[in-house]
């Protein structure tokens, strides 16, 4: 089913903080407390058979959360000990929750954590922003099963990076909404798998906070749809510049937007026509001049960069600025820091690799850097990778979990282009056409019948895609 655009919402600790303090107008603390406390323990208790439970308690609302969790399991009639990491402040609305907790309390919690069946990580969570003490670590480093409220302690809650260390739990269960630690590598391959869990916190507080950022689904984008009176026109014309050389690329190109729906595709053939006029009977192959090809004011969406040398791009690619055409660029257009080169195009779709190129290092912060290269080109950026991210210049990110290693082969970006080009054909705004792009490409990977397809085979798979995108 799709989502609201509102249910895809991730936010920063700093915007949950937020959140949570306007949520306590109405609804007091310790009952936000009791419902998160609740809401894992139905989680525990949809996976786990009865087993002895260590709760590793932090001193602020995240360690209320696990005495509450502590009572539940205690009560259900599961063996329950509590460490306290650090105690809460006196007088606070987690020390009335602690005083709850009638079970034993244990001192010396590094003897119990190897023994017990589960381990529940109510430490920290996404509020954390320094690297753990060494004496936690060592703890966690024990810890066999975990279970992680809010997020494991040692994530990063809005970067993702590890800080020191965390510990890799099977179930994390947050609140409300996900953070972008939860998608963002490597802090995802600690997660688990990530629950999100309704703890009577109403929609309407995220008005009080400026959401840009949201996870890539269906729902945060709309597909256009068939319509009876679709014509190839109507549908889109998608331009891709050939290389001279390298004329695989184009081609993978021609053939994503093709089987993505593009009503007609044109190859502009550096080098040899022939070469790509023998390759498909449903592309056409320009004989005349570029100049020519930009009278044509039908062919709006160009694909700049699959296949094509440095010379190359730089002939081509300012003539397609100066035209004021909207240019998807890819590959070669990627140069040693020549970012004022993409200013411009529409849509630039680096790698980890080509954005490092042109951009200089990402360090530890893969969102903000890639807002920040939106903002310097003027042009919607798809840094490409396991945990694609979207950044619009005017500040919205996209964070995409829809992709596996099926796509991790030669030409799959090349197919990229030609899924997003296709969409920008279509009408969808270039934010839109990318983040629609990148879901439709993992869609493909996650059709094709074998776990090792070519790109080839993912353009087989688009159409599918496209459609399931679509429901």
């Known amino acids: 089913m799709t989502k609201q655009i509102s249910e895809l919402a991730l936010l920063?600790?700093?915007?949950?903080?937020?959140?949570?303090?306007?949520?306590?107008?109405?609804?007091?603390?310790?009952?936000?407390?009791?419902?998160?406390?609740?809401?894992?323990?139905?989680?525990?208790?949809?996976?786990?058979?009865?087993?002895?439970?260590?709760?590793?308690?932090?001193?602020?609302?995240?360690?209320?959360?696990?005495?509450?969790?502590?009572?539940?399991?205690?009560?259900?009639?599961?063996?329950?000990?509590?460490?306290?990491?650090?105690?809460?402040?006196?007088?606070?609305?987690?020390?009335?929750?602690?005083?709850?907790?009638?079970?034993?309390?244990?001192?010396?919690?590094?003897?119990?954590?190897?023994?017990?069946?589960?381990?529940?990580?109510?430490?920290?969570?996404?509020?954390?922003?320094?690297?753990?003490?060494?004496?936690?670590?060592?703890?966690?480093?024990?810890?066999?099963?975990?279970?992680?409220?809010?997020?494991?302690?040692?994530?990063?809650?809005?970067?993702?990076?590890?800080?020191?260390?965390?510990?890799?739990?099977?179930?994390?269960?947050t609140f409300f909404r996900a953070k972008p630690g939860h998608y963002l590598l490597p802090g995802r391959e600690y997660v688990g798998e990530l629950v999100v869990k309704d703890i009577g916190i109403s929609s309407n507080t995220l008005s009080k906070t400026s959401t840009r950022c949201w996870l890539n689904e269906p729902g945060l984008w709309k597909i256009p749809t068939h319509e009876i009176t679709d014509y190839k026109y109507s549908r889109g014309i998608v331009s891709i510049v050939g290389g001279s050389q390298m004329t695989g690329a184009a081609k993978l190109s021609a053939h994503a937007a093709l089987n993505t729906g593009a009503g007609l595709v044109h190859i502009f053939a550096l080098g040899s026509a022939d070469c790509y006029s023998a390759s498909s009977p449903c592309f056409i192959v320009d004989k005349d001049s570029l100049e020519i090809a930009l009278q044509d004011s039908r062919r709006k969406i160009w694909v700049c960069g699959p296949g094509l040398l440095p010379e190359e791009v730089n002939e081509i690619l300012p003539k397609l600025v100066v035209a004021k055409v909207k240019i998807i660029a890819d590959a070669g257009v990627f140069q040693s820091n020549q970012s004022e080169l993409l200013k411009g195009a529409s849509i630039i779709t680096p790698h980890i690799g080509e954005f490092k190129r042109v951009f200089g290092d990402i360090e530890e912060d893969k969102v903000s850097a890639a807002r920040l290269a939106a903002q310097q080109t003027g042009c919607v950026v798809v840094l490409k990778g396991a945990d694609t991210v979207i950044a619009s210049p005017d500040g919205r990110v996209a964070i995409n979990q829809h992709a596996s290693s099926r796509l991790a082969t030669a030409g799959s970006g090349d197919t990229l282009t030609g899924i997003i080009a296709t969409l920008l054909a279509s009408g969808l705004s270039e934010w839109e056409s990318a983040c629609a792009g990148v879901w439709i490409h993992g869609e493909a990977g996650f059709l094709c019948e074998h776990s090792w397809p070519t790109a080839e085979d993912l353009a087989q798979n688009l159409g599918n895609a496209r459609d399931n995108a679509a429901r």
Request: hydrophobic share 45%.
């Open 12 to 173: 920063t600790p700093s915007q949950m903080n937020d959140i949570d303090r306007e949520a306590a107008k109405t609804t007091p603390v310790i009952q936000l407390m009791e419902n998160a406390g609740w809401a894992v323990t139905q989680e525990i208790l949809k996976r786990y058979k009865p087993c002895s439970v260590l709760v590793l308690c932090g001193p602020g609302n995240n360690g209320g959360d696990g005495y509450v969790v502590a009572r539940l399991l205690a009560k259900a009639g599961w063996p329950v000990y509590v460490a306290a990491i650090a105690k809460p402040k006196m007088g606070s609305d987690v020390a009335r929750v602690a005083e709850q907790w009638t079970g034993t309390v244990i001192s010396n919690s590094a003897s119990y954590i190897e023994k017990v069946g589960l381990v529940i990580d109510a430490i920290f969570g996404a509020g954390l922003n320094k690297a753990l003490d060494l004496e936690i670590t060592n703890l966690l480093r024990k810890a066999k099963h975990v279970v992680a409220i809010d997020i494991p302690s040692g994530v990063h809650g809005e970067t993702g990076q590890i800080m020191g260390y965390a510990p890799h739990a099977e179930l994390t269960v």
